[in-house]
């Protein structure tokens, strides 16, 4: 027996397969609930849709095509080689020493205690250390 199937199933399918994410290496960061940032799984950045930079996989920071800092492998982060912050394992963030905010393992990020957005994966350090370049280097989060 031929079975067809419906117009409903067709656009339930096509529903849960829009659902799915593009690529799940990429972390979307949304701040207020809109989307701002994109990292892509090749490390390249995209702030509002635009092309605005890349994390290297040895941790430079480049925007606009210029290296401007780094996040190293323990969570320090240089900016035009002198230290201006750091991403705890746990996700604390601190600027010039002092907790300025952090990044919890379910994404939601906070800056000073209050909820600044999120990430839609933050479980592991590695996702919090490509986070954290993005906000300090690319949102006003550390000013």
Known sequence: MKKNLSIAGIILILTLLAMLPAD???????????????????????INGNLAGRIESDGTIRKNGSITGSIESDGTIRSNGSIAGSIESGG??????????????GGTIRKGGSIWGSADKASSFEDKRKIAGVLFFFSNLFD
């Open 24 to 46: 799940a290496s990429e972390i979307v960061i949304r701040q207020g609930g809109s989307l701002w940032a994109k990292v892509e799984s090749s490390g390249y950045i995209r």
């Open 92 to 105: 604390t963030l601190r600027k010039s020493g002092s907790i300025i905010g952090s990044i919890e393992s």
